[in-house]
């Protein structure tokens, strides 16, 4: 795991003329790091399309591709409670006439879209091949992850507030004051995101797949109060 410091994008002194009477101010630091981690879980998306003559063959042969997919998945070792349908349509293919006058049905169009948790990031490869050996004619996307962010994001929150920390000592010393008590900590949107980086691909399949790692990023802002 390491630790990535990112300058905040924002650090303000302020100087209410209230507080100016009294020879006291604030100062307010935005700190903002992210802690880069080795995804656990991917997360694919693939779909079944087929066609027919009705709308009664083509979700019938839908049916059967889908059943088909999710039995091979099953065999891969995906978990039934890892694949669940987030997706299903049925609708007539609409095309132009002979005589380019007006558009007609010629037959119909049924998708089932799956996603598919994969816990085991070794076996990704393989679970697509065997994804699209029996039927999936349609990849909308593969996404890594973490399973359990929380520890990471917490890495990330006590790396923000340190960022912000040492940030304000800095700006204080230039100001020619000192730290006094926190006023206020607030925290701001973090996410993850993939990082361009190789962690390692399925050596066990035809598709070559890089997890590289997950970015967790916090942002935090603080005011402190000011002593002459």
């Known amino acids: 795991m390491r630790v990535l410091i990112r300058f905040a994008v924002m650090a303000a002194l302020l100087w209410p003329a209230a507080c100016m009477a009294e020879g006291v101010g604030t100062l307010t630091v935005t700190g903002v790091a992210t802690v880069n981690a080795a995804p656990d879980q991917a997360i694919l998306s693939l779909g079944v399309t087929t066609t027919g003559p009705t709308a009664a063959a083509a979700m019938a042969a839908n049916n059967e591709s889908a059943s088909a997919v999710m039995a091979r998945l099953i065999a891969a070792?995906?978990?039934d409670r890892d694949m669940q349908t987030t997706g299903l349509s049925l609708n007539p293919n609409w095309v132009m006439n002979a005589a380019g006058t007006a558009q007609e049905?010629?037959?119909y169009v049924a998708n089932a879209v799956l996603t598919v948790r994969i816990a085991v990031l070794d076996t990704a490869g393989s679970v697509l091949d065997a994804a699209i050996a029996d039927g999936a004619n349609t990849l909308n996307g593969l996404t890594f992850g973490l399973s359990d962010p929380r520890p990471v994001e917490d890495d990330a929150r006590k790396a923000a507030v340190a960022d912000a920390l040492a940030r304000a000592k800095v700006l204080a010393a230039?100001?020619?004051?000192?730290l006094g008590p926190i006023l206020s900590i607030t925290e701001g949107m973090g996410g993850q995101q993939p990082m361009p980086?190789?962690?390692?691909a399925a050596a066990?399949?035809?598709v070559p797949l890089a997890a590289g790692e997950v970015g967790v990023t916090a942002e935090v802002t603080i005011v402190w109060q000011l002593l002459p």
């Open 197 to 200: 980086m190789l962690y390692k």
């Open 204 to 206: 066990d399949s035809t």
């Open 174 to 178: 230039a100001a020619g004051a000192t």
């Open 77 to 79: 070792k995906v978990a």
């Open 105 to 107: 049905i010629q037959g």
